[in-house]
T-cell receptor
Framework: GENVEQHPSTLSVQEGDSAVIKCTYS??????FPWYKQELGKRPQLIID?????GEKKDQRIAVTLNKTAKHFSLHITETQPEDSAVYFC???????????FGTGTSLTVIP | GAVVSQHPSRVICKSGTSVKIECRSL??????MFWYRQFPKKSLMLMAT?????????EQGVEKDKFLINHASLTLSTLTVTSAHPEDSSFYIC????????????FGQGTRLTVV
């Protein structure tokens, strides 16, 4: 199956700074890349996603970039706030065969 | 977004007994359900993928006879942990998507299983 690697595993930033989380994937057939935010004890929630026919997508303070050639994609959070503190997971999916794999997670702490 | 309900949220069982976890899609038809296991401060490990009306596809290293998955309808999938042991204690979480509508996957709230 797909192998998704995610870095860093932990990240601390000052409030107002930017945070960047990077993921790589192994299966060139993967064509959908969502990012999930999981707060302690809660279910993962989709925050942004990107399909393989797009290189970048932005939603307010959150953006995702995708480099299909290099097989990596990144999450960018600007103007971070304490409520952004959570564990973030990237995932890669081949929508045609319906296989869905997560990265190892990044614990983000935003320091007030 | 769509709602996926998982039940129970917490369960404690004795070693050797079986536990059933339900995952329901409340407002959409889930052609596919994914079952994950999550260890503390770790990622979600895909255990199996089930398509409605078909046998589940298990990931390498996951015992299909120990983790029985049933997906008999478009709104319900169950995971049964058979002959549970303390090492099966974990957080189990399901997610569901409608392959026909090409939706993203929505997660249940998870089940904290403790085997004593």
């Amino acid at each position: 199956g797909e192998n998704v690697e995610q870095h860093p595993s932990t990240l601390s930033v000052q409030e107002g700074d930017s945070a960047v989380i990077k993921c790589t994937y192994s299966d060139s057939a993967s064509n959908y890349f969502p990012w999930y935010k999981q707060e302690l004890g809660k279910r993962p929630q989709l925050i942004i996603d990107i399909r393989s026919n797009v290189g970048e997508k932005k939603d307010q303070r959150i953006a995702v970039t995708l480099n299909k050639t290099a097989k990596h994609f990144s999450l960018h959070i600007t103007e971070t706030q304490p409520e952004d503190s959570a564990v973030y997971f990237c995932a890669a999916m081949d929508r045609r065969v319906n296989q869905f794999y997560f990265g190892t997670g990044t614990s983000l702490t935003v320091i007030p | 977004g769509a709602v996926v309900s998982q039940h129970p949220s917490r369960v404690i069982c004795k070693s050797g007994t079986s536990v059933k976890i339900e995952c329901r899609s409340l407002d959409f038809q889930a052609t596919t359900m994914f079952w994950y296991r999550q260890f503390p401060k770790k990622s979600l490990m895909l255990m199996a993928t089930s398509n409605e009306g078909s046998k589940a596809t298990y990931e390498q290293g996951v015992e299909k006879d120990k983790f029985l998955i049933n997906h008999a309808s478009l709104t319900l999938s169950t995971l049964t942990v058979t002959s549970a042991h303390p090492e099966d204690s974990s957080f189990y979480i399901c997610s569901a998507r409608d392959l026909r509508g090409d939706t993203e996957a929505f997660f249940g709230q998870g089940t904290r299983l403790t085997v004593v």
